[in-house]
């Protein structure tokens, strides 16, 4: 079974790369579920009900999201009407929304989807790493599968988040940094984990704004309006490769696709 995780989707660009490069991943690498990260899908920052939909009609089986899920405040009812649009679950108690999802697979298989956010220079939220052992107690015995999106900015969080969950997820896919990492592994758990699957949107760019305006706030300390950038559109994810018999990952390997390319391994 074959797992496809995209990394954040930032603003048309993101969403227009996203459109076009599922649609050649499904051709030649025959995912049996796709998972995309779109906090940032919306103009660069949050999610709209239009752009959730979006996502979802370019392929995404289910949509995880992060810090800026609430940036758009029209998002919040659409959470009620739509299980597959997952919100950090160590949200505090009464939060709009999910933090995670059983869905079945193209083979049939059920996937238990988690979205968690970590605490390290992130805004305060409940402790991830006690929400995954009450996830996994709750939904025990339901989903051969599972995969978890830790949303988190330091990577010794997320790196001490997958060794404390080894072998009882399936997978660990750390994103919001923008930035992939090279650090993807199997662990003897059966457990895949990356630190960060990087940024499906406009890369000649910093982690998605246009560079002049962020450079303008580095030099002169002065607030600066962030716009999206525009150029070098990309889609970065990971294709996980997992036994539906034990849960347990076989593989995991980096994906890269320039806008108008063909599917090109990291």
Same mark, same amino acid.
């Given at each position: 079974?074959?797992?496809?995780?995209?990394?954040d989707?930032?603003?048309?660009? %993101?969403?227009?790369? &996203?459109?076009?490069?599922?649609?050649?991943?499904?051709?030649?690498?025959?995912?049996?579920?796709?998972?995309?990260? %779109?906090?940032?899908?919306?103009?660069?920052?949050?999610?709209?009900?239009?752009?959730?939909?979006?996502?979802?009609?370019?392929?995404?089986?289910?949509v995880?999201?992060g810090?800026?899920?609430? +940036?758009?405040?029209?998002?919040?009812?659409?959470?009620?009407?739509?299980?597959? &649009?997952?919100?950090?679950?160590?949200y505090?108690? %009464?939060?709009?929304?999910?933090?995670?999802?059983?869905?079945s697979?193209?083979?049939?298989?059920?996937? &238990?989807?988690?979205?968690?956010?970590?605490?390290?220079?992130?805004?305060?939220?409940? +402790?991830?790493?006690?929400?995954?052992?009450?996830?996994?107690?709750?939904?025990a015995g339901?989903?051969?599968?599972?995969?978890?999106?830790f949303h988190?900015?330091a990577?010794?969080?997320?790196v001490?988040?997958?060794?404390?969950? +080894?072998?009882?997820f399936?997978?660990?896919?750390?994103?919001?940094?923008?930035?992939?990492?090279?650090?993807?592994?199997?662990?003897?758990?059966?457990?895949?984990?990356?630190?960060?699957?990087?940024?499906?949107?406009?890369?000649d760019?910093?982690?998605?704004?246009?560079k002049?305006?962020?450079?303008?706030?580095?030099?002169?300390?002065?607030?600066?309006?962030?716009?999206?950038?525009?150029?070098?559109?990309r889609l970065?994810?990971?294709?996980?490769?997992?036994s539906?018999?034990?849960?347990?990952?076989?593989?995991?390997?980096?994906?890269?696709?320039?806008?108008? +390319?063909?599917?090109?391994?990291?």
């Open positions: 079974m074959r797992i496809l995780f995209v990394g989707v930032v603003g048309l660009p %993101g969403r227009r790369v &996203l459109r076009s490069g599922l649609a050649s991943l499904r051709t030649t690498l025959r995912p049996d579920l796709v998972i995309a990260n %779109g906090e940032n899908c919306a103009g660069g920052n949050g999610i709209t009900p239009a752009t959730a939909e979006e996502l979802f009609r370019a392929g995404c089986d289910v995880t999201t810090n800026h899920v609430w +940036d758009r405040k029209e998002i919040v009812p659409y959470f009620a009407s739509h299980e597959r &649009l997952l919100r950090p679950a160590n505090p108690a %009464g939060a709009p929304g999910s933090g995670a999802c059983i869905v697979a193209l083979d049939g298989t059920p996937v &238990l989807v988690v979205n968690l956010m970590g605490r390290v220079y992130m805004p305060l939220v409940d +402790d991830p790493f006690r929400a995954a052992d009450a996830l996994l107690r709750d939904h339901r989903a051969p599968i599972s995969i978890v999106d988190a900015e990577t010794s969080e997320k001490a988040f997958s060794w404390y969950v +080894d072998g009882r399936s997978a660990v896919v750390g994103t919001h940094t923008h930035v992939a990492t090279s650090d993807e592994r199997v662990s003897a758990g059966g457990t895949a984990c990356i630190t960060d699957v990087g940024m499906t949107g406009p890369h760019s910093v982690i998605g704004v246009e002049t305006e962020v450079l303008e706030r580095f030099l002169t300390q002065r607030p600066v309006r962030f716009n999206t950038a525009t150029e070098d559109a970065q994810a990971v294709l996980i490769e997992l539906p018999s034990d849960g347990r990952a076989t593989s995991i390997r980096r994906v890269e696709l320039r806008e108008g +390319d063909r599917d090109e391994a990291g």
